[in-house]
């Protein structure tokens, strides 16, 4: 089985500032990974996703993650946020023996202030 | 353009009574599932199915049934709701697992 953790729940940042939201799994197999961002009363939409071949994953609205197998992980980051990307963030992982079948964190609440 | 709708969005019911959530999506994936998502604990998956017939249970799936009688519909009911169901539930698909899940809008759901 898998697991996914998300190390903050909640990250406040200032307007144009960088942030990095932290992701780590486990799993006894290989994985694919995923970023998803919900905005307020809407569902969830994909910003990246790692399936294979390079590491480093750039996504929409600027977004970009770094798989590191070694450390398990799947951090997301962004150098310059904006006001609307205010929003909670999902990290998720599949296992390649799991089909299409999600495991997610719990989520990061990003708060971008002015 | 293909999307994935989902009704009603906000439903008020009591304990004890039947619910059907109703889920329908026109990009002709096979794979559809069924998450509720309660804070603190991120999206939990409860059903899902790989296609027409074929229906599995996830991880929270006590109280929830589901049925697949065509690609497009992947209805979710609660047998006799309990208040422990109050949460909110998005219904996604995907063409593998190779692809992205494509979520609705979610149903808000609140057993008195």
């Known amino acids: 089985a898998q697991s996914v953790t998300q190390l903050d729940s909640q990250v406040p940042v200032f307007e144009e500032a960088p942030v990095e939201l932290r992701c780590n799994y486990s799993?006894?197999?290989?994985?694919?990974l995923f970023w998803y961002v919900q905005y307020p009363n809407q569902g969830l939409q994909l910003l990246l996703k790692?399936?294979?071949?390079?590491?480093l994953v750039k996504g929409i609205n600027g977004f970009e993650a770094e798989f590191n197998k070694s450390q398990t992980s799947f951090h997301l980051r962004k150098p310059s946020v904006h006001i609307s990307d205010t929003a909670e963030y999902f990290c998720?992982?599949?296992?390649?023996?799991?089909?299409?079948?999600?495991?997610f964190g719990e989520g990061t609440q990003l708060t971008v202030n002015p | 353009d293909a999307e994935i709708t989902q009704s009603p969005r906000h439903k008020i019911t009591e304990t004890g009574r039947q619910v059907t959530l109703a889920c329908h999506q026109t990009?002709?994936?096979?794979?559809m599932f069924w998450y509720r998502q309660d804070l603190g604990h991120g999206l939990r998956l409860i059903h899902y199915?790989?296609?027409?017939?074929?229906?599995n249970k996830g991880e929270v799936s006590d109280g929830y049934s589901v049925s697949r009688s065509n690609t497009e519909d992947l209805p979710l009911t609660l047998e006799s709701a309990a208040s422990s169901q109050t949460s909110v539930y998005f219904c996604?698909?995907?063409?593998?697992?190779?692809?992205?899940?494509?979520f609705g809008p979610g149903t808000r759901l609140t057993v008195t």
């Open positions: 799993s006894s197999v290989s994985v694919y």
């Open positions: 996604a698909s995907s063409e593998s697992n190779l692809h992205e899940q494509y």
């Open positions: 199915s790989y296609g027409v017939h074929d229906t």
């Open positions: 790692y399936l294979s071949g390079s590491t």
């Open positions: 998720a992982v599949s296992a390649e023996t799991s089909g299409s079948r999600l495991t």
């Open positions: 990009w002709n994936h096979n794979n």
